[in-house]
């Protein structure tokens, strides 16, 4: 039944949502003048003739449904003030449409199909909010003068350049402007946000200038001879590795080529230890090298020496360029072993790129099937967006990294592909002068002693030392700068991370090096170096050494005494003499170190609880309410850290949890090509800060709140991958209590979407299993992004005593398969 309210003062407000309309029904058009509001979302709508009778409509929502055109017959709804015309395929807006609407405040126009906006869009005066991302738009040089605009989203655009007028209205407060390929600005000074841009804008009007960069990052497994190609291309020569210096984490390098374009160069080692450290580092916008040594490769290995590799740079990156790169020719048989080798990689490689591909069009053409597709538009342009990407892989290069003409190939193979602009857009940016200026000064710095030669600063003392030598640049203007070298990887500033934000360091190589002092793949050796006088400076004995390598080894905990002990070794042995800045990093028995903060940050490791497990004390969560932990102090004197990714076991974890149960609220989230290296630890992480009583495994974890627990289970391996999310309770039989165990869920699974937005190439499904014996079927949930979506509410009002058959004809109750109520206002 379509839904009319409010008839008193004839201002109606019409509800034909999700009712499958093809065209405008003849009882709405009726109604004609009297409609204040029409909500037509989730249709079948491609036009929408006759609209113009409604005149004076204030609020129109069109949004999912399959409208082509933008609807003309809209200019003449002159009282309108809110549109939503997203989820559609409209490709272009014609002109004479946005003046007319002169009361229009709010457009929302995301996800369709537009290549540009029409010239008099700054006409329409009083528009305040606008969305625009998702679409194909290069240019929105139209948007200038539009005076009241203070909401602007272009997020997943093909912006290159934004008009400096734009940022100069006073009225502007929110921009998103991500997965655009900008060069004025980079996007480097987009993510920084609008007050970035602006102090950009205004820093270019003095000055400036083009420059070349490029992130080239080298990926491959171990020994493929990625440092022997990240060195040798520096010097334009061969440069021998020896094998015992292979790299430990990450080792960065630049140069410029002869026409003058910057490589940075970021050395990724291949020891599988060191995987979960690379989402740190791994960004957009990159040009990856995946080396395979050619001589150790068999068809056999293809998976974990190239598809592994072609996978994860797939879904943290998946529009970037990847060059195939053969090492060790000089060691495989003859010519033609390596010409074989060659084309079974590039055939594989094509055959996972179509996989994907195919695999995505069938997930779309499911969704497209579906009942009523409208329901299911998110799902499907989210998809299509994924269909954009283009992985560009090159044809493999095979090479002898010992001949010097063999680097020169390569070389010039390199700087070929590089120059194109269709490959990368974003290669060229415009910069005000005073960037490279400031840049060029603390490269000074660094070298004349200025700054210390491990290039940690103290935040304060960079700006001012900064400010003194460019009296143009206040300290506001200089962050600005810093954060713009920081994105592009030129030195490390984390800005946004209380605490952490005080220290800049200028050599990015020094911090990673303090990262690898803990996060290597011989710490057991390590610790067991450890002298006795580093001991005794801790109060520490041999056989306390003992117990943290036995802990480290059984639990993938290290005590942080421990951690002090080696990260004091490595920064000693770099020269650092500053005791107080050491005890900032390394920390004291009260206080964490800062290192310890940021391995924190970044999911790699957390707090390890010690002692009684059960914390009695423990307020518990409730939806609704913001959590509050019993003590507000996570840094316990001498505990220690836990590295989940370390584990080996999910005993305990098993035995806390017990059997399954039939009875469990269960979802299960498959992802697609695969679940990344390191997504369900970070996962567990975020999760463990909400839901403090925890028990961590290798592949399972377990939560519990009040008398539920909440298990996560990975099935990683071949076949398919995917997440379990299972709550038990001990008395599921009532509905609150379903509810309650929904609520679990509901914060795993928002956890889980924030994090997946890290992979821009993963694609999720998630099912609930049909809860009869031994039966597979399972039920399909298309929607449930709506549900951890805090601003969609009253989705979910199903009936509690429906009912749902599976395939097989099993019957359960349906809040046991879906959650039935909505959460709306469940803030965590
Ligand atoms: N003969 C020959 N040796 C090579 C070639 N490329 C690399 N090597 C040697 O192979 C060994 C491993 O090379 P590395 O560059 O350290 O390999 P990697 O990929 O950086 O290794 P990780 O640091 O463990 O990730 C070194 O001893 C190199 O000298 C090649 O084309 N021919």
């Given at each position: 039944m379509p839904h009319f309210k409010g008839c008193s003062n004839r201002k109606l407000e019409v509800n034909f949502a999700?009712?499958?309309?093809k065209s405008l029904p003849s009882d709405l058009l009726q109604k004609g003048q009297d409609v204040d509001k029409a909500d037509l979302q989730k249709?079948?709508?491609?036009e929408v003739i006759g609209?113009?009778?409604?005149?004076?409509?204030t609020e129109l929502n069109l949004c999912r449904?399959?409208?082509?055109?933008?609807?003309?017959?809209?200019?003449?709804?002159?009282?309108?003030v809110r549109l939503y015309l997203n989820q559609?395929?409209?490709k272009s807006i014609p002109e004479n449409i946005f003046p007319l609407?002169?009361?229009?405040?709010f457009l929302k126009i995301s996800?369709?199909?537009?290549s540009q906006i029409p010239?008099?869009?700054?006409?329409?005066?009083?528009?305040n909010f606008l969305n625009l991302s998702n679409n194909c738009l290069?240019?929105?040089?139209?948007?200038?003068?539009?005076?009241?605009?203070?909401e602007l989203y272009m997020e997943?655009?093909?912006?290159?350049e934004l008009p400096q007028a734009l940022f100069?209205?006073?009225?502007?407060?929110k921009l998103k402007l991500n997965n655009n390929p900008l060069r004025k600005p980079p996007e480097a000074i987009c993510l920084g946000g609008l007050k970035d841009i602006q102090s950009y804008f205004e820093m270019l009007e003095t000055s400036s200038f083009t420059i070349r960069t490029i992130k080239t990052m080298f990926l491959g497994s171990?020994?493929?001879?990625k440092s022997t190609v990240c060195r040798s291309l520096s010097c334009g020569h061969p440069v021998e590795v020896a094998e015992d210096d292979r790299t430990d984490g990450i080792e960065i390098q630049q140069f410029c080529n002869e026409d003058g374009v910057r490589f940075l160069f970021w050395d990724f080692a291949g020891?599988?230890?060191?995987y979960f450290t690379h989402h740190v580092f791994i960004t957009a916008q990159a040009f990856v090298i995946l080396a395979v040594d050619l001589s150790r490769y068999k068809p056999e290995s293809f998976r974990e020496k190239v598809g592994f590799w072609i996978n994860n740079i797939q879904l943290k990156v998946p529009n970037a360029v990847v060059l195939l790169l053969g090492t060790h020719v000089d060691c495989c048989s003859d010519e033609k072993a390596v010409q074989d080798k060659k084309s079974d990689i590039e055939e594989r490689v094509n055959q996972m790129l179509l996989d994907r591909k195919d695999s995505l069009e069938q997930q779309r053409k499911n969704l497209e099937d579906f009942n009523n597709p409208s329901l299911v538009s998110e799902q499907i342009s989210a998809i299509e967006r994924l269909e954009e990407y283009k992985l560009q892989v090159l044809d493999l290069i095979a090479i002898d990294c010992t001949k010097p003409e063999d680097i020169k190939r390569l070389q010039h193979y390199i700087n070929k592909v590089i120059v194109d602009t269709d490959t990368f857009p974003f290669m060229e940016q415009t910069l005000p002068q005073c960037y490279r200026d400031v840049e060029n000064d603390i490269q000074a710095d660094l070298e004349n002693g200025k700054i210390p030669?491990?290039?940690?600063?103290?935040h304060g003392d960079i700006l001012d030392h900064l400010n003194a030598c460019h009296k143009e640049l206040d300290h506001a203007k200089l962050r600005v700068v810093l954060q713009y070298l920081h994105r592009s990887g030129i030195i490390i500033w984390y800005r946004d991370i209380t605490d952490s934000?005080?220290?800049?360091?200028?050599?990015?190589s020094f911090l990673i090096s303090l990262f690898k002092a803990i996060v290597r793949h011989d710490l057991v050796s390590m610790l067991k170096e450890i002298p006795s006088r580093d001991l005794k400076r801790e109060n520490s004995l041999e056989k306390h050494r003992d117990a943290w390598i036995k802990d480290f080894e059984n639990k993938a905990t290290l005590s942080n005494v421990a951690i002090r002990i080696l990260v004091h070794a490595e920064l000693k042995r770099s020269g650092v003499d500053d005791d107080e800045l050491i005890e900032e990093i390394v920390g004291t028995k009260r206080k964490a170190g800062q290192l310890i903060k940021l391995l924190e940050h970044f999911d790699v490791c957390l707090p390890a609880k010690q002692g009684?497990?059960?914390?009695?004390?423990a307020p518990e969560f409730c939806p609704d309410k913001k959590w509050e932990p019993s003590?507000?102090?996570?840094?316990?004197?001498?505990g220690s850290c836990l590295f989940p990714s370390f584990l080996k076991s999910d005993k305990d974890v098993k035995d806390m949890w017990g059997q399954d149960n039939l009875e469990d609220i269960t979802v299960q989230v498959y992802f697609l090509p695969e679940i990344p290296h390191g997504f369900f630890h970070r996962l567990v992480i975020r999760i463990c800060s909400i839901y403090s009583t925890n028990w961590i495994g290798k592949e399972q974890c377990l939560f519990t709140c009040g008398n539920r627990r909440l298990l996560l289970r990975e099935r990683a391996g071949t076949g398919d991958q995917f997440i379990e999310i299972r709550v038990k309770h001990t008395?599921?039989?009532t509905s609150g209590n379903i509810q309650k165990a929904w609520d679990m869920i509901k914060v795993a699974m928002i956890r889980l979407a924030q994090l997946t937005?890290?992979?821009?190439?993963l694609c999720q499904y998630v099912y609930s299993p049909c809860k009869?014996?031994?039966?597979?079927a399972h039920f399909e949930w298309s929607d449930w992004q709506d549900w951890i979506?805090?601003?969609?509410?009253?989705?979910?009002?199903?009936?509690?005593?429906d009912k749902i058959t599976c395939s097989r004809g099993h019957i359960r109750r349906t809040e046991c398969l879906f959650p039935v109520r909505s959460c709306a206002g469940l803030k965590i």
């Open positions: 999700g009712k499958r309309l249709n079948r709508l491609i609209i113009s009778r409604l005149s004076n409509l449904n399959e409208l082509v055109e933008f609807p003309k017959e809209i200019s003449e709804l002159q009282q309108l559609n395929k409209i609407l002169k009361n229009l405040e996800t369709n199909k537009l010239s008099d869009m700054n006409k329409c005066e009083k528009l290069r240019d929105v040089q139209p948007l200038v003068g539009l005076s009241h605009l203070r997943n655009n093909r912006l290159t100069q209205s006073e009225s502007l407060e171990s020994m493929a001879g020891q599988e230890e060191y030669q491990h290039g940690i600063v103290a934000n005080k220290m800049v360091f200028v050599k990015p009684a497990r059960l914390n009695p004390a003590s507000p102090e996570v840094y316990e004197p001498n008395d599921i039989s937005q890290q992979w821009r190439g009869h014996i031994g039966c597979d979506d805090p601003n969609a509410c009253e989705k979910f009002n199903m009936d509690p005593e």
